[in-house]
């Protein structure tokens, strides 16, 4: 049960009054954080942003001191933005959104100018590599979805750069899944500036009472005799590559990663003047192709894996070229072209429209978000959508898919704003975006990532009870992303718990 303190609205001449409450376990972790640089593990929706936004408060009182909290995507930022323009009293002219749509010479008077700005960090990277900008009046520097904080992301730079910059640094990280190992936290916390973790997990007493409950259901699909025949033909031209790949003293390939990771060991050996390793790279490099193609098949259907082989086609590398001319890989794209042809689908369209009509005949005015990887699978999956009665899809796939950072927050204000109630998104859906009234979340198919996985599950359920419906094609790598991910997750807990206890970096 929460406490009375947990009821009361906090008072602040800065804060909106009668809008935000502190619970207990986000005075606990601000309190760590007004003293240390921290990393916050909080699980989603349960205010990660309103500790940013007291925490800022408290810096503001250090004279002439500025705000910066960056966030992986443009729709994330803009969502942060209007998170502090909702429970502040400050004026939004000392606001600003900054991207790098805005001309250099502007932001630099952007930089001078505002108290609060919110952007990416590719931006503030390219500023602080022109030294358009300069980090010395900035009390605080907020890094979202900190989970990022590795290899050649941008805020290991940003932080360096703050570190060494700023007159009175504090860093704040926040994520609902940093990874699944104390080495991965670890690497998070020293490439961020991090001295102290503060950890809660749904288990936690003084969280566990505000965790919204979801319902999770499981929906097996059966793979048609048409697709399996396919794939047991590219099953025996994948099984040949890795048959000779370990007779060349490769060992362990039993996943994608294993094979990604001998190909780059290849190509390195390769570059040192190892002739050798070249007949390992074109053995690789099919293994590769044909290991994507049947997991396309598998999971996505017959749609997705033409648009694949007519890329394959085109593909100018010896090894693409090769494959393309394997008789039995012709076999398998002949018979993909003829039910191509005929307009076969996944079995999971047709599941799908069903689940969805369903859902908006029983409630019409439910809001509903698919997942999907592949923004072939999105394509497709609005297109059927659009025949369905009272359905009302739209997209929400990233730049480099073809929508601007604007468009891709008009989706999702217009999806807010009840002018669609299917939301299909690609993985720039998945993270960290308050999508508050979503009743259901169906993931077009389970993704190996425990980051992924949480993040996906974050998307529903943040105001009410939510429901999760996965698909799972029987016998495919659905199963085995799906069971990866549990393990992943278990993994995760396990080591929070561990590192909680011990309170170390």
């Known amino acids: 049960m929460s406490n009375k303190s947990d009821k009361e609205f906090f008072e602040h001449p800065l804060v909106k009054p009668n809008k935000m409450q502190l619970r207990e376990y986000q005075k606990s972790i601000l309190a760590t954080a007004k003293e240390k640089n921290t990393l916050c593990v909080l699980p989603t929706g349960l205010g990660k942003t309103g500790i940013a936004i007291l925490l800022a408060l408290e810096r503001m009182r250090i004279p002439e001191s500025k705000i910066l909290m960056l966030a992986p995507t443009k729709p994330l930022v803009n969502q942060h933005y209007k998170t502090f323009l909702e429970f502040l009293n400050i004026d939004e002219d000392k606001m600003q959104v900054l991207t790098g749509e805005i001309r250099p010479t502007l932001r630099k008077v952007i930089y001078e100018e505002k108290t609060f700005i919110f952007a990416t960090p590719q931006t503030i990277q390219n500023d602080l590599e022109t030294k358009k900008l300069f980090l010395n009046d900035f009390s605080l520097l907020v890094l979202d979805e900190i989970h990022h904080s590795i290899g050649d992301y941008a805020y290991p730079y940003i932080v360096k750069k703050y570190l060494e910059q700023a007159k009175d640094p504090r860093i704040l990280g926040l994520t609902a899944s940093p990874g699944g190992t104390e080495q991965k936290i670890k690497e998070i916390c020293e490439n961020s500036g991090i001295e102290a973790v503060e950890i809660r997990t749904e288990e936690d ?29 590219l099953d025996e031209v994948y099984k040949e590559k890795i048959k000779k790949l370990k007779s060349r003293g490769a060992s362990r390939l039993r996943t994608k990663r294993d094979i990604l990771e001998l190909q780059a060991y290849l190509a390195k050996e390769a570059r040192k003047g190892d002739k050798s390793a070249f007949g390992g790279l074109f053995l690789a490099g099919q293994a590769i192709k044909l290991e994507h193609s049947i997991g396309l098949l598998e999971t996505q259907g ?33 018979m993909s072209n003829e039910l191509y042809e005929m307009g076969s689908k996944h079995p999971k369209i047709s599941k799908l429209c069903s689940i969805i009509d369903q859902q ?37 796939i990233g730049q480099k898919e073809g929508l601007s950072q604007k468009q891709q927050i008009d989706v999702i204000k217009d999806f807010e704003s009840d002018i669609y109630n299917c939301l299909i998104t690609t993985s720039i859906g998945e993270e960290g975006l308050h999508i508050s009234s979503a009743d259901i979340a169906i993931f077009y198919e389970p993704v190996p990532s425990e980051v992924r996985n949480i993040q996906r599950r974050g998307r529903v359920g943040r105001v009410k009870i939510g429901s999760i419906i996965i698909f799972i094609t029987k016998n495919t790598r659905d199963e085995a992303y799906y069971w990866t991910a549990q393990r992943k997750e278990g993994e995760m807990k396990k080591t929070l718990s561990k590192m909680k206890k011990k309170n170390q970096i």
Do not use: C
């Not at 965790?211 to 059966?222: G, Q, T, Y």
């Not at 694949?308 to 890989?329: E, F, Q, T």
């Not at 019409?364 to 990887?373: E, G, L, Q, R």
């Open 302 to 334: 017959i749609g997705v894996l033409e648009s694949y082989w007519k890329k394959l086609r085109k593909d100018a590398s010896k090894a693409g070229k090769a494959l393309v001319n394997d008789k039995r890989v012709l076999n398998a794209m002949r």
């Open 205 to 233: 007493q003084d969280v566990s009472a505000w965790v919204k409950e979801k319902n999770i259901e499981w929906v097996s699909i059966e793979l048609p005799k048409s697709f399996i025949k396919i794939k047991q033909v």
């Open 360 to 396: 908006i005949r029983a409630k019409p005015n439910s809001k509903i978000i698919v997942f999907a990887s592949y923004r072939d699978s999105v394509k497709e999956i609005y297109e059927t959508l659009q025949k369905i009665d009272r359905a009302h899809p739209v997209m929400l």
